[in-house]
């Protein structure tokens, strides 16, 4: 099991994520520019990622009058390491960082931390409109959480496990996502809900200016946003291992499987948001607790019953 | 015990890189942080601090939540052992589900699910 | 040193650019928006995110007393530009990128404290946005929050003697629309938001993210000179861009810019009416858009109806088929739609609404406005 060093691979995880992020990022700006019908050149594209971070590293930082200053650090950077600590167990190929036990449980626990890091920014800037940023979070929170844990469910019976390896070892023949597509599109909903981004992105929106993020500047706002992009980007990665195969598939390796498969999620979430209006909040909860969360334990029976009818009864 | 050493290396690799970003920052940043910043509301100053309790409409949300989270309790060792234990496993779980969407809906339907 | 200033330079070249448009000139910010635009240089959404001020027009007392209070809170590198007429706009932001890249200077005038100085105001919670000797606008905002707190016995001006800071009360209690007691924030939205009618001030009563009371205002009123309105057409699709864009439709609200944009330059107006006509189709086919929008405001699809309806004078005022359209919101109307509405339904009555400041001040509907 020791294989490679755990340093080793706990170094080479945030240098992929933030490629990975990097390219997601560079994707969103070539989408946004086809969808304003003004298309931005890829040169352009993909140095923005890079001088929108430099703008922000380079940049003055600000503390709101009677701001929790403590609190809204801690917030931002709970967002990023939340992010890494969750793809911690994500299958590199064959193999992730840590192949917990129970680490389909650990991802949805670390996903979680967001909930507490905006509400925190939100609420340490001391403004009103990062005031209803957070909260909006949390709202939006408690209504994805449901069908996502249910998501997570249906594929850890499926393979019977919560080891994030055995649940890709259950998809040499069968690509989870065949037999689970409700649970499929569940998660991928939640993806975007968790890291607060495109359909999902009222905390942050226009309308309250910025949202949680309203009184952000310089690194502060960097190490939101960046962990805002890692979230997204473990996440959708996380699809892969869950539902699509993770690393099996002819001819390539199954790193490079794994890289694919994660850059077509990406793909397919920015060119579905440039297509999208943002939800409001309390009609997502509307339709996540009586339409989604119903749907997804339909689909969780419907596995259970179809692995217990393999399994002999 | 073994399994967590990689995750405190992620962990301390985490707290590491934020905190070279911080101090990064601090060498190349154009200028001291701004204090005292009036919060933004549209240019105009604030009465009063932002920060108050918060009329949470959607309270309601957050008790039929924390239902299901416990369930969820339950729910991530049931999968474990469902196909040892066979259908008893299934209706026991899927009767409890049953039970709280049952709950849900009649939140919806008393209109709990909206707030404005 | 030398790797900062190429840093700087480096981290530069695209500014977020926080536009802060005088009331009446909404020709001239058209046109600022669209070299900006052109210039792929994001709007900013709050003065945190902006490296770039452009003032647009020439701002009364009130409004440039506001410049002043949002110029301090921007941080470094920052640059602010004026822009008065149609022909500096180019020529304005030309300099920008490089005064954004001068280090020494960026370092020497950043602020230090992010709030303005100001005389000294003896009641915490009497602290008016203009300086001393204001005009009728600015006492009235006190008038306002007594008589509102008055009701419920609490007045929120009492900081209880404790020295807050920046002198600032907290909120007080006050009862809300089902009976219970909440605090209620006292806020003024307004002017510079995005996707925000120029120079509008909405005086609310915010208990959690529910508007409970709200006054709308003009700055300047008494010192507006010659508005340039849009014409019909154009001013239709400055609105519905703006509802769009507080939607998260970020495309289509470009777009529709854009044909704003094609309108007022008047250079190649042909593909006009058939882009508008398509825009027009994928609104009203969202059904995303009329499922969201669904509980916004009053009624179950209000905002989205009138959006379709500020779409199709915008066709017909194309065509050149119409006469004189579009009239205005009264404010009293606008102040009576806002009450109970969550935030983002109140964001979008007011985009959809688009009141527009008139010469004469409408005053007398001022004091019962709010109920």
Redesign the interface.
């Known amino acids: 099991m020791s294989a490679a060093p755990p340093l080793g691979l706990s170094i080479l995880l945030p240098i992929l994520l933030l490629a990975v992020a990097w390219a997601a990022v560079a994707a969103d700006v070539l989408a946004a520019g086809r969808a304003a019908g003004r298309p931005v050149p890829w040169a352009v594209a993909a140095v923005t990622p890079a001088r929108e971070a430099l703008r922000l590293l380079v940049g003055q930082r600000r503390r709101t009058v009677g701001g929790d200053e403590l609190l809204r650090g801690v917030g931002g950077a709970v967002l990023p390491i939340a992010a890494l600590l969750a793809a911690a167990v994500l299958p590199l190929g064959m193999r992730p960082v840590a192949d917990l036990g129970a680490g389909v449980v650990w991802f949805n626990a670390m996903e979680v931390f967001a909930w507490a890091a905006v509400w925190l920014v939100g609420w340490g800037s001391n403004s009103t409109l990062s005031l209803i940023g957070g909260y909006r979070f949390v709202a939006q929170g408690l209504a994805w959480e449901l069908p996502h844990m249910f998501a997570l469910i249906t594929a850890a019976v499926g393979a019977q496990s919560l080891r994030v390896t055995d649940v890709v070892a259950a998809q040499g023949g069968l690509w989870f996502v065949l037999i689970m597509p409700v649970a499929f599109v569940a998660f991928l909903l939640s993806v975007a809900a968790m890291a607060f981004w495109g359909p999902f992105s009222a905390p942050v929106g226009r309308d309250v200016a910025g949202g949680a993020a309203a009184e952000l500047a310089g690194v502060d706002r960097l190490v939101f946003v960046a962990g805002r992009w890692l979230l997204l980007v473990a996440a959708a990665a996380m699809a892969v291992p869950l539902f699509l195969g993770g690393g099996h598939g002819p001819w390539l390796p199954a790193w490079a499987w794994v890289l694919v498969k994660t850059l077509a999620v990406l793909v397919a979430l920015v060119a579905l948001r440039h297509r999208i209006p943002t939800i409001r909040m309390e009609r997502w909860t509307e339709f996540s607790l009586v339409v989604l969360t119903p749907a997804t334990i339909a689909q969780a029976l419907v596995v259970t019953l179809v692995v217990l009818g393999e399994g002999g009864f | 015990m073994d399994e967590l050493t990689p995750l405190l290396a992620v962990l301390g690799v985490g707290v590491l890189l934020t905190v070279a970003l911080r101090t990064l920052a601090r060498g190349v940043v154009v200028a001291a942080p701004l204090a005292d910043v009036v919060p933004h509301a549209g240019g105009l100053p604030p009465l009063e601090h932002p920060v108050s309790r918060f009329h949470v409409r959607w309270y309601v949300v957050t008790m039929v939540f924390l239902a299901f989270d416990m369930e969820m309790i339950f729910m991530y060792p049931w999968t474990l052992v469902v196909a040892q234990r066979g259908p008893a496993a299934v209706i026991e779980m899927f009767g409890f589900l049953a039970l709280l969407v049952a709950g849900v809906l009649y939140a919806w339907r008393e209109g709990a699910l909206r707030w404005t | 040193m030398d790797?900062?200033s190429a840093?700087?330079r480096?981290?530069?070249?695209?500014p977020h650019a926080l536009v802060?448009p005088a009331p009446g000139t909404d020709r001239l910010r058209a046109r600022v928006e669209q070299e900006l635009?052109r210039r792929?240089w994001p709007i900013a959404?709050?003065?945190?995110?902006a490296?770039l001020v452009v003032v647009v027009g020439r701002p009364g007392r009130e409004l440039a007393a506001?410049?002043d209070?949002?110029w301090?809170?921007v941080?470094?590198?920052r640059t602010l530009v004026r822009i008065a007429d149609e022909d500096e706009v180019a020529a304005a932001l030309d300099g920008v990128v490089r005064r954004l890249a001068d280090?020494d200077a960026?370092?020497a005038a950043?602020?230090?404290?992010?709030?303005r100085a100001r005389p000294p105001d003896p009641s915490p919670?009497g602290?008016s946005?203009g300086d001393g000797g204001h005009d009728e606008l600015g006492p009235g905002e006190h008038d306002d929050?007594s008589a509102h707190t008055a009701s419920d016995g609490g007045h929120?001006h009492h900081g209880g003697g404790m020295e807050?800071?920046?002198g600032?009360?907290?909120?007080?209690l006050g009862e809300?629309r089902d009976g219970?007691a909440?605090?209620q924030?006292?806020?003024?939205?307004?002017?510079?938001?995005?996707?925000?009618p120029s120079g509008l001030?909405i005086d609310v009563v915010?208990?959690?993210?529910?508007i409970q009371e709200a006054r709308s205002r003009f700055l300047d009123l008494d010192e507006q000179g010659a508005t340039e309105r849009l014409p019909d057409a154009a001013r239709a699709l400055d609105t519905a861009a703006r509802v769009?864009?507080?939607?998260?439709?970020?495309?289509?609200a470009?777009?529709a810019r854009?044909l704003r944009d094609a309108l007022l330059s008047g250079a190649d107006t042909a593909h006009v009416p058939e882009e508008l006509d398509d825009l027009r189709r994928r609104v009203r086919r969202?059904r995303?858009?009329r499922?969201?929008f669904?509980?916004?405001g009053a009624g179950r699809s209000e905002i989205l109806d009138a959006l379709d309806d500020v779409l199709a004078s915008a066709g017909v005022a194309v065509a050149g088929t119409g006469e004189e359209g579009h009239v205005g919101i009264d404010l009293a109307t606008l102040d009576a739609r806002l009450v109970g509405?969550?935030?983002?339904?109140a964001?979008?009555v007011v985009a959809v609404a688009d009141p527009q400041p008139r010469p004469a001040p409408d005053l007398p509907t001022a004091p019962g406005g709010a109920s």
């Open positions: 790797l900062r840093l700087l480096a981290a530069v070249g695209c802060v635009a792929r959404s709050a003065p945190a995110d490296d506001v410049v209070d949002i301090v809170g941080p470094a590198p280090a960026q370092r950043a602020s230090r404290s992010g709030s919670g602290r946005h929050h929120h807050l800071p920046g600032l009360a907290m909120a007080d809300d219970l909440l605090d924030l006292h806020v003024s939205l307004g002017p510079v938001l995005p996707e925000w001030v915010l208990q959690g993210d529910v769009l864009a507080l939607a998260g439709w970020e495309g289509p470009a777009r854009g969202s995303l858009l499922w969201t669904r509980s916004a509405a969550q935030f983002a339904a964001r979008l």
